[in-house]
Every structure is written in C-alpha cells, then in structure tokens.
C-alpha cells in the first residue's frame, strides 16, 4: 500500500539558510500534517491543510511557511535556519482523523 | 485545553513479561484517541486506535488498549513483550474534525531485558 513520502530524507544546512522539506500524501487523503520532533521530544504540531487550504495551526515559528498545492503534496519552507531547527520533520496525511506518518525529514543546522 | 499525559518516562521489562504503558487525556469532547510506536530515527507506526464501541481494542503486534471514560485514561498492554517491542511509545488524542492536528504525550521509552 502506497505510504507518505517525504523528501529528503536527511538535510543538513548551515544557519541562515533556508529549506524545502516536501512531503506526498496518501492518495485520497484530504489532510496533512507537519510535526516537529527534537531529539529526545514528542511531535509538535506544526501545521496543517484540510483540502489544500489551511486548517490548523501550532507552534510554528514566523520563518517557516508552508503550502498545500493542488495535487495535494506539502511542501513546509523554513527560512533563517537557526540551530534550533535542528529536529525530525514529519509529514502526515489522513482521512476521517486516522493519521499515517512518513518516514520523516532528518533537518540537521550546522 | 487538550493534554495528554503519560506518566511514565522510562519503563523497563523483562522479555515474554505483560507490560501496561499508562494514559490519561484532558479533553471536552469525546476524543479519538491512539497509540503509535516509534523506533529510533524512524517514523510513528500506527499501534491501534479508538473511535466509539467497544472500549477494548486490539491492534497490531499482539497490542490492546481499553478505553476507560471514568478514568479519562487509554492504557497500552501486551501480555508478552518481545525485544523487538523496545521503542518510544506515544499516546495521542484526536477531534472528530477534518484537518485538525494530533496532540501527543511526551512518550515512554520502553527497554526490555532478557
């Protein structure tokens, strides 16, 4: 069965920089989510997008954005990176709450 | 506001022991309420989950959880744990609304010994 992909897999990136994380839903899933996981940390919620508009919003710093386009892949942009950045992305999508995750994006900020 | 909270950090059991990860929710409605498992670098797999019926659910991997309004909680057991089961372990609660976000416990890193 098809699964949430996100790429890349790994990043690393120096501060000040700026990064793409994307991520591709579940065909069918009208939702997706972004989640921060530091080292050690349980996911925050970032953000997130029902039917391509936003929907939801948590913690997420005023450097980073994101967007849902229309054929439903995320893509979460972080600019200014800082080394507190460094953390676990995860992309989710769902459908009727059940939320199945990806593998995540290793951002590393040197 | 929503909470999740689990109250044991670290657990430690002996390999083919029962095992019970504890879970306790703060919420205004009724929640959907879930258990994922997280193995080092990797993503969260999805153990089991509660909607409505039956307050005992049964999930992947030989895992169960009960629901328990009373008690506001949703604690994980297995009867038998295997090495493989070592992991972090993650309770998360949800609305019945499309687009809303997954609110997690801060997790119990499980360690089995042999």
């Known amino acids: 069965a098809a699964g949430v992909i996100q790429s890349p897999r790994h990043l690393i990136k120096e501060k000040r920089e700026t990064a793409t994380l994307k991520c591709y839903p579940i065909p069918r899933h009208d939702t997706v989510y972004w989640y921060q996981q530091g080292p050690g940390q349980d996911p925050q919620f970032l953000i997130s997008?029902?039917?391509?508009?936003?929907?939801d919003k948590g913690s997420i710093p005023d450097r980073f954005s994101a967007q849902q386009f229309s054929d439903y892949h995320s893509e979460l942009n972080m600019s200014s990176l800082e080394l507190g950045d460094s953390a676990l992305y995860f992309c989710?999508?769902?459908?009727?709450?059940?939320?199945?995750f990806g593998q995540g994006t290793r951002l590393t900020v040197v | 506001a929503q909470s999740v909270t689990q109250p044991d950090i670290h657990i430690t059991v002996s390999e083919g022991a029962s095992l019970e990860l504890r879970c306790n929710y703060s919420y205004g409605a009724t929640p959907y309420l879930f258990w994922y498992v997280q193995s080092p670098g990797q993503g969260l797999q999805l153990l089991l989950k509660y909607f409505s019926g039956d307050t005992l659910v049964q999930g992947i991997k030989g895992f169960e959880a009960e629901f328990k309004r009373s008690q506001s909680s949703f604690n994980l057991r297995k009867p038998s744990v295997h090495w493989s089961d070592a992991a972090e372990y993650f309770c998360?609660?949800?609305?019945?609304?499309?687009?809303?976000?997954?609110?997690f416990g801060k997790g119990t890193t499980l360690s089995v010994s042999s």
């Open positions: 989710a999508s769902s459908q009727i709450t059940e939320a199945f």
């Open positions: 997008f029902y039917e391509k508009m936003q929907s």
């Open positions: 998360a609660v949800g609305l019945n609304q499309a687009g809303t976000a997954l609110i």
